[in-house]
């Protein structure tokens, strides 16, 4: 179902399921070392996120996004702790290895074409102008995968609007930048994360969208 007014980048506690509308992960996956059967075995699997967002009892201006992935198909799910305050943390799953990441809320604003966009500072370096280039109009929604115009995300101008993500696995050389926002997907909105793989001047990209399938995640 379409993602409820309600349901925000400050919000986003709910079962989240990877829809159809999304881009293939296969290239991605690729990029990060993952083995075929298992990039296989996903391609079919329904990948649900069990999404946990809340204040910090210690410190209530640092917001936690805990998320625990479910997955059919005999593959054991991630669970992914991120603490919105742009501080680099060590994290080790059995899919990915250590890596190393970080993650913060960013403001929205209007562009020069009156779209508004996030804010932000790419992370993400391929090693050209033009492949750099390239990554900020996808990750800002200026542009889908195949470098078409996209509609963009759907937000108002402010604080908090998205969330950005950025992971480096050091071992294996790739960086994995994201961008979590709201956009129209076949006529609905939708919870979309904008993904971009680098891994020696290779790039991979996805938009994933998700359905929304309520607030309780122990259904």
Known sequence: MAAPPDVTLQNLSGKWEMDSASNPTDPLLSLQGVGWLTRKTLSYATVTSNVHQYADSENPSLIHVDAQQVITGGIQGTKEERKLDWQEREHVDHIF????????????????????????????KVGSPEADAKVQKFLTGETLIDGSKSEGFLAEEGEGAFLQSFVKNESAGWTAEQVWGFEIVDGERRHTRRVVVTKGGKVASARLVYTFKGRNIDE
């Open 97 to 124: 290895g250590t890596v190393k990441g970080r993650s913060r809320h960013i403001a929205a604003a209007k562009s020069e074409d009156g779209a508004v966009r996030p804010v932000i500072e790419i992370q993400t």
